[in-house]
């Protein structure tokens, strides 16, 4: 499972991909997919593993996150499907 953290601006998620890899947690910088209507335009996807962790460093750092579950269904020909959950954090 994967997970796509978006942000409120790019300052933000610029800032948490570089306190995520210095606490060497695997993130990723891609395009906000077109199915999500919140943030900035760019957002981090994480593996399911690096979550708790990721938003503990994020929280610490008071950096607010929407989080969305990926559906990885490789059965499907749509595109991937995007659920927001419940891990927001605010400032």
């Known amino acids: 499972m994967e997970y796509v953290i978006v942000f409120q601006n790019t300052n933000h998620a610029i800032k948490s991909e570089t306190l995520l890899l210095g606490a060497c947690i ?22 399911k593993e690096s979550l708790t962790n990721s938003l503990a460093i994020l929280g610490k750092n008071s950096i607010p996150v929407i989080v969305f579950e990926r559906s990885l269904n490789r059965e499907c020909e749509l595109p991937a499907a ?8 605010e400032v």
């Open 26 to 47: 695997p993130a990723k910088v891609m395009p906000l997919p077109s199915q999500i209507r919140e943030g900035c335009g760019i957002c981090l996807r994480l593996e």
């Open 82 to 89: 995007y659920r927001s959950v419940d891990f927001v954090t």
